[in-house]
């Protein structure tokens, strides 16, 4: 079998263990595993503050009055972004990599 015969099966090899999902990496060697909710969490928070923050400015320095959204008066932003700081958090916790709760 020639060198480039070789190369190819293990390219096929490796290419076959990936779709069974048999390649593991360093990190799920050793036994750490980080749930993509934990990710979620973070974009949440991120998000979350983004939101609030922009909404707060707004609401110091608010647009005339002929471009605001209806409803303008209920500051819907920092709600929501309240929401998303506070859930996401709550991801964080839960799904943090350090904590065995699951």
Do not use: C
Not at 5 to 31: C, F, N, P, Y
Not at 35 to 59: D, E, H, K, N, R
């Amino acid at each position: 079998m020639s060198q480039e015969q070789t190369q190819d099966l293990e390219t096929m090899h490796i290419a076959s263990d990936l779709v069974e999902g048999e390649v593991h990496s360093e990190v799920a060697e050793k036994g750490i595993r980080i749930s993509i909710w934990f990710f979620i969490g973070l974009i949440l928070v991120v998000y979350g503050v983004l939101i609030t923050a922009y909404s707060i400015y707004q609401w110091q320095v608010p647009p005339p009055a002929e471009e605001r959204v209806y409803l303008f008066e209920y500051h819907a932003g920092i709600w929501w972004g309240i929401l998303m700081f506070v859930w996401g958090g709550i991801y964080l916790y839960y799904f943090s990599p350090k904590n065995n709760k699951r």
